[in-house]
């Protein structure tokens, strides 16, 4: 990618994130983020649609980064256990930017994209669970209830909520297979 570009896509998700720190969603306009990204409104739409493109491209550009990270994909219901502890700390590390990005109405955007990447990595490696609708439900089951259960439980030990959200995965998995 042209270095110019690249500097200007990183000025508007740069911009992008510091009003999504200030505000929701909804209240962020083109011409708003222009200015602050120090670019023409044309610009912006050279990029994208809208602020609505904006905030998908990069929540699903996060996810993918999220999912990407984990190191047995191949494996993901033979080793959810590992996959969900490999998750939460991968978020970790960028948690401030995942509660920027996926705050207010955009909080579901994040398990509804992890449901989806994680699908396609297992669908891709174990096609019969396409129609599996038991598998189906406990992968919904273990990707939005883990994330619920994090954020209600996590603030004061994170390791060790995220640790018995690992266990009660693998047990749910185990389960759901046979």
């Known amino acids: ?24 969603l909804e209240k962020i306009t083109v011409k708003e983020l222009s200015e ?4 023409s409104k044309q610009t912006f ?15 699903q550009e996060l996810v993918k980064s999220l999912v990407d990270s984990l190191t047995h994909q191949e494996h993901l219901l033979e ?9 939460f700390h991968a978020a970790a590390t960028q948690s401030s930017l995942f509660r920027t990005v996926f705050s207010g109405s955009r909080t579901a ?12 990595i297992i669908l891709a490696n174990n096609p ?16 939005h209830g883990c ?21 009660i995965s693998g047990e749910i998995t185990a389960r759901c297979r046979s």
Do not use: W
């Open 109 to 120: 955007a994040l398990t509804e994209g992890l449901e989806r990447e994680i699908k396609k």
């Open 147 to 167: 994330y619920l259960a994090y954020q209600k439980y996590s603030a004061d030990a994170p390791e060790e909520v995220a640790q018995i959200l690992s266990e």
């Open 1 to 24: 990618m042209d270095l110019r570009v690249q500097k200007t896509k990183n000025s508007i998700l740069d911009a992008f994130i510091e009003l999504r720190s200030e505000k929701p």
């Open 36 to 39: 602050r990204a120090q670019i």
């Open 128 to 143: 019969e669970v396409e129609h599996d609708l038991k598998a189906n439900i406990c992968l919904t089951i273990l990707i």
């Open 45 to 59: 739409y050279l990029h994208y649609k809208d602020i609505y493109d904006l905030s998908e491209q990069l929540e």
């Open 79 to 87: 080793h959810s256990k590992e996959a969900t502890l490999e998750l």
